[in-house]
């Protein structure tokens, strides 16, 4: 018998122990599971009484959709339809991997997966016990992230057990996430490709592969509902207080340290992101590397009890876009710096 961590099964990646994690997903439960973005809280995608399961366990907006996690493209036509030639470009590319592709919504897939839109973000994951996992389960499988809504997104199966121990059936134990963020949303149902939720995929990538320009979506608000996970809601927050600072680097460090003085001064503990202070994810860091860091130690910090975070802006190219919208929906407030003069 696996062992039981308060209500939750936590199993292995053998091949019994993902057998029995198909099972809680057909019985209408709702199982952990390793991707290489982050961790994901799975039930199955046609069944309207799981994915509920989902949003209870979360505490997630109802009106927040969520992306469905396939084995193979060939079943990309049981949960979308009217697929361009384009789209299976994307596919024959980026598949398996940390793209999610939004698509009109086939009728198989219940209103509750895409709150109440017509379409449907869909992904195949480039992780092979989570793709051994949905094989086995036989249907596709609805997954945001497994933690706690607007908590930072759960990288290790221990962060899936820090947010969700008793609240859901099981948690499959793997190794960390590789990518660290969770994946590009990419909407296809209109004119112009349109990034929802920067990811693993670059938009440079994107548009070398499709020949086209690429878009991405506005601020927060823009739409009246979210067309994406992550586009409405804050997410991604620690319990600490998240600064950004942003702006010319040369004088993002004297307001650092002042900062720093300052919170200290009144009795706070004080962490950092991105800075070259002691004790920070380095600014030098690899911008993927970093990416994969970023939850990771969020987590880190409030373990340690850390009241204020300190975090630098990064180059927004690349997977750099991911990390600097990560950032911004964590953020409590956001400071631009002004040679000499911080400005909020």
């Not at 086209?212 to 600490?240: E, I, N």
Request: glycine letters at 10%; one cysteine or more.
């Amino acid at each position: 018998m696996p062992p039981l961590t308060k209500g939750t099964l936590l199993l292995m990646e053998d091949q019994p122990s993902l057998e029995k994690a198909a099972q809680i997903i057909n019985k209408g439960g709702l199982v952990a599971f390793p991707t290489e973005t982050v961790y994901g809280l799975g039930a199955a995608a046609t069944d309207e009484d799981a994915v509920a399961g989902i949003y209870k366990a979360k505490g997630r907006p109802a009106d927040n959709p969520l992306i469905v996690h396939l084995s193979g493209p060939g079943q990309l036509e049981n949960v979308a339809r009217d697929i361009t030639k384009k789209v299976y470009k994307l596919t024959d590319r980026f598949w398996p991997g940390p793209l999610s592709l939004v698509l009109p919504r086939s009728e198989k897939i219940p209103d509750l997966v895409s709150a109440g839109l017509p379409s449907v973000a869909v992904r195949m994951p480039d992780h092979r016990t989570a793709l051994d996992f949905i094989r086995l389960s036989g249907v596709p499988i609805a997954a945001p992230s497994a933690n706690r809504s607007g908590r930072p997104s759960p990288t290790t199966y221990r962060h899936v057990l820090e947010d969700l121990t008793g609240r859901i059936d099981a948690v499959i134990k793997s190794s960390p996430c590789k990518v660290g963020l969770e994946s590009t949303v990419l909407d296809m149902t209109g004119e112009v490709p349109v990034i929802l939720r920067p990811g693993g995929v670059s938009r440079e990538e994107l548009e070398e592969v499709m020949g086209c320009t690429v878009d991405v979506a506005g601020a927060r608000g823009q739409f009246v509902r979210p067309l994406s996970p992550g586009m409405k809601y804050r997410h991604y927050s620690p319990r600490a207080k998240l600064f950004l600072i942003t702006g010319p680097s040369a004088s993002r460090f004297p307001v650092i340290k002042a900062l720093t003085k300052h919170y200290r001064n009144l009795g706070f503990t004080v962490g950092y992101l991105n800075t070259s202070l002691k004790g920070s994810l380095n600014q030098g860091t690899d911008p993927a590397c970093f990416a994969a860091a970023l939850y990771k130690s969020l987590r880190r910090m409030d373990r340690q009890g850390v009241d204020i975070i300190l975090a630098e802006e990064i180059d927004a190219a690349g997977i750099g876009l991911a990390v600097m919208n990560r950032l911004k929906k964590a953020a409590a407030r956001t400071l631009r710096v002004q040679p000499g003069k911080p400005k909020a």
